[in-house]
Every structure is written in structure tokens, then in C-alpha cells.
């Protein structure tokens, strides 16, 4: 990986404000329409999920085959996931996600 | 600097005492802008990132969860271009807030709004709206300490230890340093997850997720996830959703920065504040939200 990333952070940057100062700086944003509203809100929970399940589930082999896997990982993100669902506090799950992959590294689990 | 919200009821001045809570309940955030902040750079660092690519995403895109998920997606060999696309469908979610907080600011000269713009995110919102709401009037102040003392601050500072400190770790998979990303991700999504809509849009999407990147690779497969795990949730008739926390409300943001400090005593006590406040100088209460 290169410094060429800063680009990609400018271009984030770029595609992240408008939705910051839209609201802000011009009157009506909060009229959109209902369905497009309903949407937004369903993109964050569906990617990030996305994202979690992908990286736990899905391993890239040297051949370049993505394979399903099954492992540790998906005990520490249920874990997290349920600390977080049931006391909101995304810095106890995470502790305890690593706790648990930690641990069942040593013991030979994965 | 009390900036007075539309309609806003009470004229009540803010000073140090106005903001003593709003720092007590932000240093709640700052604990886990740092936690996460950290994971954020150990992720990037582990990820290939030098120090300055970490850096300018913490510092020009400062996007918290659109900047670990980068991590991902970089990873994940995915173009610039599909980046580009998720990065903003997953912050499209602002809009709503920076609708929400206009109203309050809304004296404020256009530019200095635009600046402040920058600084929003989920738990800026959550933080300032409370305050606002407490005070009953916008305060300009008050957003720079929960945007930038208690967020962006504290935010780069972690990635910078993490990203730096990340070298020091002899071998960070055997410490579970890897397993921080994707508990990151099921982490913030869970707390988006407020009716019945989103967690069928966060099932489905990663079903989809999965199965598309066995076939396709995960590139495809987190695009394709991401996108049609929303189109299937709203197939759920609104009437039945169960929504509890509607993005753009204070509670929304209380889910979703998870920082387990807005309790909803506290918020009541907010409510319960303006009320009072409103009723003694028979004014209307600040409006909560858009109408969505």
C-alpha cells in the first residue's frame, strides 16, 4: 500500500460531506422523499453487516478462490454482537471479541 | 455564542455550568473515540496503510465507520469507484442528522455552518442534540467541544497510536488484532439496528453478502449485499417494523455511537427540562427531527 491512499481519503471526503452539509447549509433537505429516506437508513445496517459476515465467513486462497470458513471468528463476532445488542458498548465487545480469538488462538482453536 | 433554535422557547443563557453535563456525558465518547480510534489504526496498519494514509482518512474524510469499512474494501481489492458508491451510501445517513441540527444553528453565518459540517457524525449528533435540548437553544460552543474536543481530537489521536504503536506488536493475529475489524462492523451495524426493517436488512445483506463473494469475490459480494439487503427490509410493511429509534433523532445516534452513556433516564431528564422550561415561558418546543 502507497501514500496514494490520501487521494482516496480526499475523494471519501469528497462523497461523505455533501451529506454533512446539505442539511446545514440549505433549507428542505428534510423533505426527501419517503421511500428514499427509508432506504438510507437501511444501508448502513445492510453494509456493515455485509462487510462483518464477508470478512468472518469468506476466506481468498493463493489461487484466488474465495472459500467459505468456519471458525473462532464467528464465536468473538457473535459475542460482540450481543454485548453490544444488549448493553451498547462497542469497546466491551471488542475487547472481548479479541480476548476470545486470542484465547482460542493459544489453544490451538484456529 | 448561544445560538437560539426556530421557535425556540426559552431564552436561557448557556455558560460553563449549561456545558458541565455535556462534557460529563461526552467523556463517555472520548473513551470510545479512543478504543475505536485505536482499532481503527491497528486495522489500517495491519491492512498496509502508512501512517499518512490512516491519518488523511482520520483527518479529510473523518468517517469513523466509513473509514474502518475502507479498511475493508481496500482489502478487499475493491475498486475506488464501488468505495466511492458504499462510502457515501453509508454516510448518506448524515443528511438526516445535518437536517436535524439546522434548525438550531441556524443563525449562524452560512459558512461557519459548513465548516461545522464536516465535524458531524453519529456521535457529534447525539452529544450536541442532547445538549441543545437540554439548554432548549443551539449552541455553537457546545458543538466545537462534542464535535471537535470530544471527538475529532481525541479520534486522530488514537489512529495515530494505533497506526504507529501497531509496529510494536510482534504478531498481531495471535493477539486476535484481526478479529477487531469485522466486530467493529456487526458492532456499529447492531446499533443501527432499531426495528425490525433493519435487522432484516442487515441478515439479509450479509446472506447476500456471503454468497455472492463465494461466486464473485467480495468485492461484488459486499456491494451486492449492501445494496439489496435494504430493497428486500423494505418489502416489511412500515406499520409493522417496529422502529423504536428512526435515524435522524437523537435516539438513533444514541444506538448507533454505542457509548452506553445516554441512559434514558438521562433523556427523559432532557425532555423533561425543556419542558419545563417551555412551559414556564409558554414557548414551543425546538422540533426533534425531520418529518420522515
Request: net charge neutral; proline share 6%.
Amino acid at each position: 500500500m502507497s501514500g496514494n491512499l490520501v487521494l482516496l481519503a480526499i475523494l471519501m471526503f469528497a462523497v461523505t460531506y455533501p451529506s454533512r452539509a446539505l442539511g446545514l447549509v440549505s433549507p428542505g433537505m428534510d423533505r426527501l422523499p419517503k421511500i428514499a429516506v427509508e432506504y438510507l437508513q437501511l444501508v448502513g445496517p445492510a453494509v456493515l453487516a455485509a462487510l462483518a459476515a464477508v470478512t468472518v465467513m469468506v476466506v481468498v486462497g493463493d489461487d484466488g478462490q474465495p472459500t467459505f470458513r468456519v471458525g473462532i471468528e464467528w464465536i468473538a463476532v457473535f459475542v460482540c454482537l450481543a454485548i453490544v445488542g444488549r448493553w451498547r458498548n462497542l469497546l466491551l465487545g471488542l475487547v472481548a471479541a479479541v480476548a476470545i480469538v486470542a484465547i482460542g488462538r493459544a489453544g490451538g482453536l484456529a | 455564542m448561544g445560538v437560539p433554535g426556530p421557535a425556540s422557547g426559552p431564552p436561557a443563557a448557556t455558560g460553563p455550568i449549561d456545558r458541565r453535563r455535556l462534557v460529563t456525558e461526552g467523556l463517555g465518547i472520548v473513551v470510545t473515540a479512543l478504543g475505536f480510534g485505536f482499532a481503527y489504526g491497528l486495522a489500517a496498519r495491519d491492512a498496509g496503510f502508512t501512517v499518512i494514509d490512516a491519518m488523511a482518512m482520520s483527518v479529510i474524510a473523518f468517517a469513523g465507520a466509513a473509514e474502518l469499512a475502507a479498511v475493508g474494501y481496500v482489502l478487499s481489492g475493491m475498486a475506488w469507484p464501488a468505495i466511492l458508491v458504499l462510502t457515501a451510501l453509508l454516510n448518506a445517513r448524515h443528511l438526516l442528522y445535518s437536517a436535524t441540527i439546522r434548525p438550531w444553528l441556524a443563525d449562524l453565518p452560512v459558512r461557519r455552518r459548513a465548516v461545522m459540517a464536516h465535524f458531524l457524525t453519529d456521535e457529534a449528533f447525539a452529544l450536541s442534540m442532547a445538549h441543545f435540548r437540554r439548554i432548549g437553544r443551539g449552541d455553537e460552543r457546545g458543538y466545537w467541544i462534542a464535535a471537535g474536543v470530544m471527538l475529532f481530537i481525541p479520534w486522530n489521536l488514537a489512529t495515530l497510536a494505533g497506526v504507529v504503536l501497531g509496529g510494536q506488536i510482534p504478531d498481531p493475529s495471535k493477539l486476535g488484532i484481526d478479529i477487531i475489524f469485522p466486530a467493529a462492523m456487526i458492532g456499529l451495524a447492531a446499533g443501527m439496528m432499531t426495528g425490525r426493517r433493519e435487522l432484516t436488512a442487515a441478515v439479509v445483506g450479509a446472506a447476500i453478502g456471503v454468497a455472492v463473494s463465494l461466486m464473485a469475490g467480495p468485492p461484488i459480494g459486499i456491494v451486492a449485499g449492501g445494496l439489496i439487503g435494504p430493497l428486500v427490509a423494505l418489502a416489511i410493511p412500515a406499520r409493522v417494523a417496529h422502529e423504536t429509534a428512526p435515524l435522524g433523532t437523537v435516539a438513533s445516534a444514541e444506538h448507533y455511537a454505542t457509548p452506553g452513556e445516554f441512559s434514558a433516564a438521562a433523556e427523559a431528564e432532557a425532555e423533561a427540562d425543556v419542558r419545563a422550561a417551555a412551559d414556564t415561558t409558554e414557548g414551543d418546543l425546538p422540533p426533534e427531527g425531520p418529518s420522515t
